[in-house]
């Protein structure tokens, strides 16, 4: 079998696998094709790539001799238009946004894995691409912040007087959440934390931040791991809680999100004109539609003196250690749809396979995806 490695389009700096996790999958008896220039804005070179075992090409002889394809970001028109049928795309598709492409892949017969529909299971952690780069997200989404505020983050005291600390909101208390709330902490602010998962409640205070409660939360035992939409009456009282203590923060993280559908709007426009000038919002959220109303996808927007960070791609501001991530995430799911001669073997009986896949043999298999088509 051959895997072949897409460079990825401008403006995202990480690669699918680096050099070290290519050489993985050679080992696996594999061959891979790596397109020429395919790990350079993750400083890997394409002799580092030789080194490990695997072969560069151009992006046509990839496509062409590749019966796996493996990306990180959906892949351009022109791959698509390359591939033939029966070929296999595993990469983060996010089918719930990209319907289109979707019927595509299957209108081609070629059969596609979306990595970010990985069940919340303790046999898939290895391969949770969404935890493992939400960690970065959240990580270098505090320091931006730190780079930004007009303010210090830690308390300090000296012959100029006291400074307090920054005053840091972090909502979502997810892998991304959890992650900006440690870096936060360690930069010395007060953190506070919300999220509509009471099991969150505890992860949070093991920080040492403080945990915003709402009360009435819709039962979230049943979701696997994942929030879930709530009521009217919750969101209102969810409402005028997150605007009581955002318009005493210096910092806003906003990480929240429900599968599949848009990020729910726990900042309202009213919230952010009560909001200090010289605060920030970063809102990690914002490529499903933002936690903020006023959040604006890949810009920047300053209302009342509040500016508004919307980036959904901190993971491509450490391209290395978030690909050196994202590649090992990738190759444990390999291990399971490959036998040990290194031949393609897809068991629809697994969970991780079936859950996974959205479409094969001309078909959108995946269940969630057809109900959010259907509905």
């Known amino acids: 079998m051959t895997i072949g490695i897409i460079k990825e389009s401008a403006g995202e700096n990480r690669v ?50 590749s019966d796996v394809i493996l990306a990180i970001n959906p892949p351009d028109k022109d791959i698509l238009a390359k591939m033939k049928e029966g070929q296999i795309i595993i990469a983060v598709l996010n089918p719930f946004f990209n319907q289109e492409l979707v019927q595509g892949l299957a209108s081609a017969s070629i059969t596609s894995f979306s990595l970010e529909l990985l069940p919340r299971t303790t046999r898939a952690q290895s391969m949770d691409i969404l935890s493992s780069q939400a960690t970065v997200a959240g990580y270098k989404a505090v320091l931006d912040a730190a ?20 005053k840091v909101l972090v909502l ?29 409640g505890e992860e949070v205070r093991s920080l040492g931040a403080r945990f915003i409660e709402v009360e009435g939360a819709k039962d979230d035992s049943s ?28 910092i806003i993280i906003c990480t929240a ?12 426009k009213e919230t952010v004109e009560h909001m200090m000038p010289g ?7 914002a490529s499903t539609g933002g936690n903020c109303e006023l959040t604006k996808d890949g810009g920047i927007v300053i209302h009342s003196g509040v500016k508004i960070i919307g980036r959904s791609d901190y ?61």
């Open 16 to 65: 699918v696998m680096l050099p070290e996790a290519a050489g993985a999958l050679v080992k696996m008896k594999t061959n891979v094709l790596v397109e020429k220039g395919a790990g350079e804005r993750a400083y890997a070179s394409d002799s580092d790539y030789e080194r490990a075992g695997a072969k560069t090409v151009s992006r046509q002889d990839l496509v062409k001799g």
């Open 147 to 166: 780079n930004t505020l007009p303010e210090f983050m830690q308390m300090f005291m000296s012959a100029a007087g006291t400074i307090k600390p920054a």
């Open 172 to 200: 979502g208390a997810g892998v991304a959440g959890l992650q900006a709330i440690a870096t936060a902490k360690r930069l010395g602010a007060v953190v506070e934390a919300f999220d509509v998962r009471s099991a969150a």
């Open 223 to 250: 979701a696997g791991g994942y929030a879930v939409e709530q009521t009217e009456e919750y969101k209102q009282l969810q409402q005028q809680t997150i605007h009581d203590h955002a318009v005493r923060s210096n």
């Open 257 to 268: 999100q429900i599968q599949g559908k848009k990020a729910p709007v726990l900042i309202r």
């Open 279 to 285: 605060s920030l919002i970063i809102d990690l959220s």
């Open 315 to 375: 993971p491509a501001d450490l391209p290395v250690d978030a690909s050196r991530m994202f590649g090992n995430n990738v190759l444990n799911f390999i291990k399971l749809i490959i036998d040990g001669e290194g031949k393609i073997n897809l068991n629809f009986q697994d969970d991780i396979i079936k859950g996974t896949c959205l479409t094969h043999n001309k078909e959108i298999v995946n269940e969630m995806l057809k109900k959010a088509i259907n509905s």
